[in-house]
């Protein structure tokens, strides 16, 4: 079946500028994460929903980082105002519920170079 | 509270020879555990989960790890390393009952393998 995708692949942009990130989940999935990698490094947890309830965003590095997700489908990861730093591999992950043993399934990721 | 060290950043070994990557954690819990590998330019990939069952777990493409309480460590092997093993390795820990707070990554461990 369909894995996790995330759309653009790549993306560059231009210093201040804002940049929307997307990700679809694999159906059926109520839990969606996304996390940043910056080169070299680990993973950092941005942010987290699950099903309806209030995402927790206790992950974004910021106020200038936003997300939505539209029920148990897709999701957007916003960044305003990019900065140099942001600049990172963006994974999305979605799992079939919150449970400390479900595995999260990831997604190729979205390549931002902010110049 | 929970953490997960990875020991080594880099391990290097030549093809045919056994893969040890080793991997310490920390938790106030009955934590479950992942691998997960990531080749360059993919997307992160399960390579196995303990989950409180079978304390010696078995997962893809030859790999396996054991789960030992009293060291506190989940360290990754395998009996023959292979040129496609090169990759970067991140092992996980999940313990607080679920959501992304549950979800602590290693550093990863970059595997080199010398023909």
């Known amino acids: 079946g369909a894995g996790v995708s995330q759309s653009p692949s790549n993306k560059v942009t231009e210093k201040g500028k804002d940049v929307e990130l997307r990700c679809d989940p694999i159906?059926?999935?109520?839990?969606l994460y996304w996390y940043r990698q910056r080169l070299g490094q680990g993973l950092e947890f941005l942010i987290y929903?699950?099903?309806?309830?209030?995402?927790?965003k206790s992950g974004l590095p910021s106020d200038r980082f936003s997300a939505e997700r539209t029920g148990e489908s897709v999701s957007t990861l916003t960044i305003q105002r990019t900065q140099q730093e942001d600049s990172a591999v963006y994974l999305c992950?979605?799992?079939?519920?919150?449970?400390?043993?479900?595995?999260?399934?990831f997604g190729p990721g979205t390549r931002l170079t902010v110049l | 509270a929970q953490s997960v060290t990875q020991l080594d950043s880099h391990v290097s070994v030549s093809e045919g020879t056994p893969v040890l990557l080793r991997c310490n954690y920390s938790?106030?819990?009955?934590?479950?555990l992942f691998w997960y590998v990531q080749h360059p330019n993919k997307g992160l990939q399960l390579l196995l989960k303990?989950?409180?069952?079978?304390?010696l777990v078995k997962g893809i493409n030859g790999f396996e790890a054991e789960f030992k309480k009293s060291e506190t460590s989940f360290h990754l092997t395998k009996p023959s390393a292979h040129m496609s093993d090169a990759a970067e390795y991140f092992c996980?820990?999940?313990?607080?009952?679920?959501?992304?707070?549950?979800?602590?990554f290693g550093k990863g461990t970059h595997l080199i393998i010398q023909p």
């Open positions: 159906s059926g999935h109520t839990a």
């Open positions: 303990y989950t409180s069952a079978a304390t």
């Open positions: 992950a979605s799992s079939p519920t919150s449970g400390t043993a479900d595995t999260q399934y």
């Open positions: 929903f699950q099903g309806n309830s209030a995402p927790d």
């Open positions: 996980v820990v999940s313990d607080s009952g679920g959501g992304a707070d549950g979800l602590t």
């Open positions: 938790s106030s819990y009955s934590p479950s």
